[in-house]
């Protein structure tokens, strides 16, 4: 029988312990398990950096409620693209991307995996004739094999068509990867719209509480699931027990979570466009946003995240950004508290100067699950020092 989100969050991957009758999955922590002789292990557990029974009970979770047969828990967002990436492609190959995309990713493929032969083109998603011209741009003709969508997108909060450039993917014969980091499988599914592969910093929403780092893979394709799980054994880059069972602590409560962080962030929006300080509102659950219409049609809700261009430029921005009280100035976002980050010298500082570079007087708002009054005073507050 078909299950409900936040039943499988509950319970996907989480049977009691058959020793114990524990209802909450054992921390594993350890790194090593007993053999009972050579080459003859207990359930298939071996070392640590291979399988690890707490981490195996998040990576069901993720599969469970991404609608996917494979997952792979990462210790980080970045490794788990590096992984991703080095498992579907090779020197020579070619990566479109959108034009606002996470600093982070941007610099590993722009600066890193260069390094390795990978070239890309930025692109602006909205713009299919664009997307198309740009996958014969690579090193060597009919190169591109990878299209990679981030929607919402950080920070500009622009939507993506998700199922078109999934069409448009597969006339190309590239994997389409959607970062669904900013919606979290809560909010949106982009294996059921046409993507090819999911990946998320479960740092954000899925862990939920700024308490543990980590990354996932997700996807359906049983020989690339056989490369990244390759690459992750042989790279190392895994989720640590801990990591992975704060994850899956904050993973059950995912859904009463963003009901909280969307309602919240939606009453926030609308108040600022109420204030003359306020230049323009970036939030897709404002009917004004140019992606309104395609996030309603392919997200549950809003989300959380709201980026704010105020008319007072850098100096306006940045006097918001170092007043609030509620509201903390740190990198990060998606825990229950609320964050205020400048990405023009935070999060995005990588792009600053390219083409992906974040305006001056933009700051980008993580909304928490605190009452909507007391996040509305701190930020009327702030917005009266301009």
């Known amino acids: 029988m078909s299950q409900g989100f936040n039943t499988r969050a509950v319970h996907a991957g989480q049977e009691p312990d058959a020793t114990t009758g524990a209802v909450v999955v054992p921390l594993y922590q350890t790194s090593t398990f007993a053999q ?26 993720l599969a469970a409620l991404e609608g996917a047969e494979y997952a792979f828990s990462f210790a980080s967002g970045l490794a788990a693209e590096d992984a991703l990436i080095r498992a579907a492609l ?12 996470y600093g982070g990713t941007y610099r590993l493929i722009n600066k890193v995996l260069s390094g390795w032969g990978i070239s890309n083109a930025a692109v602006d998603m909205a713009d299919h004739d664009v997307v198309r011209a740009a996958l014969t741009t690579g090193s060597r003709p009919g190169a591109t094999k990878m299209i990679w969508v981030e929607t919402p997108s950080n920070p500009m909060m622009k939507i ?13 014969g590239a994997v389409l ?22 990946v998320h910093s479960t740092t954000k929403y899925i862990g939920g509480h700024s308490d543990a780092s980590g990354g996932a893979v997700v996807l359906n394709d049983a020989a690339l699931a056989e490369k990244i799980g390759f690459v992750q054994f042989a790279v190392g880059a895994v989720s640590a027990p801990m990591e992975a069972w704060l994850t899956t602590r904050g993973l059950k409560t995912l859904g009463v979570r963003m009901d909280r962080h969307c309602e919240n962030a939606q009453r926030i929006a609308e108040w600022l466009l109420t204030r003359p300080e306020v230049e323009r509102v970036l939030y897709p659950g404002l009917p004004d946003h140019p992606g309104h219409e395609l996030a309603a049609r392919q997200m549950r ?10 008319t007072g430029g850098e100096a306006a921005a940045r006097t918001v950004a170092e007043a609030t009280g509620v509201f903390t100035l740190a990198e990060s976002l998606g825990g229950i508290e609320s964050l205020m980050n400048y990405p023009s010298e935070m ?35 702030a917005l009266d020092r301009i």
């Open 160 to 172: 993506t068509d998700i199922a078109a450039i999934a069409r448009i993917a597969r006339d190309a």
């Open 301 to 310: 809700k809003f989300g959380g995240m709201i980026s704010v261009q105020f």
């Open 36 to 61: 009972d002789g050579i080459g003859v292990l207990r359930n298939g557990y071996e070392y640590g950096r291979g399988t690890n029974p707490t981490r195996d009970s998040l990576q069901a979770q």
């Open 347 to 381: 999060t995005h500082a990588s792009v600053k100067g390219t083409e992906l570079a974040v305006p001056e007087n933009l700051i980008r708002l993580s909304v928490g699950i605190e009452d909507i009054e007391d996040l509305l005073a701190d930020l009327a507050q």
């Open 90 to 101: 090779v020197p020579g190959d070619h990566i479109v991307l959108g034009n606002d995309v």
């Open 177 to 198: 990867v959607v970062d669904n980091t900013f919606a979290s499988p809560y909010l949106q599914n982009p294996l059921a719209l046409g993507a090819d592969v999911v």
